[in-house]
C-alpha cells in the first residue's frame, strides 16, 4: 500500500524557516513526480512546488519563487521543502502527493498525506 506521511511542520516567527518532509513507504518517490500543496482556511488547495525526477521539471507558485526549495533524498526515499523567509501568509495545511507524470493540477495527483500544519505568525 502506497502511503505518504508529511513531518516538519510548526509555529514559526515571520522571517524565520522551516523545513517540511515527505516519507514514502510501499512505493519508490523517484518514479514518481512529487508535489507539494498547500490549503489556508477557506481557500482551495494550490500547487507551491512540484519536482519530477524524469524529467527534471521543478514547479514553484510565484508566491514562493525564491524561498522554497524542493529537493530530495532517493536513498531516504523523501522529498523535502525548505522554506525561508516565511511569511504569514504562507500559513496553510501542507501537503505532499504523488502524481504519474509532471503536472501542478492537483486532481491528477493520486496519493496523498495527511497533511503537516505551518502557522507563520508572531
Known amino acids: 500500500q502506497r502511503q505518504l506521511v508529511e513531518s516538519g511542520g510548526g509555529l514559526v516567527q515571520p522571517g524565520g524557516s522551516l523545513r517540511l518532509t515527505c516519507a514514502a513507504s510501499g512505493f519508490t518517490l523517484d518514479h514518481y513526480t512529487v508535489g507539494w500543496f498547500r490549503q489556508a482556511p477557506g481557500k482551495e488547495r494550490e500547487a507551491v512546488s512540484c519536482h519530477s525526477s524524469n524529467d527534471g521539471n521543478i514547479y514553484y507558485a510565484d508566491s514562493v519563487k525564491g524561498r522554497f526549495t524542493i529537493s530530495r533524498d532517493n536513498a531516504k526515499n523523501t522529498v523535502s521543502l525548505q522554506m525561508e523567509s516565511l511569511k504569514p501568509d504562507d500559513t496553510a495545511v501542507y501537503y505532499c502527493?504523488?502524481?504519474?507524470?509532471?503536472?501542478?493540477?492537483?486532481?491528477?495527483?493520486?496519493?496523498w498525506g495527511q497533511g503537516t500544519q505551518v502557522t507563520v505568525s508572531s
Open positions: 502527493a504523488t502524481a504519474e507524470f509532471f503536472t501542478i493540477v492537483t486532481g491528477l495527483y493520486d496519493v
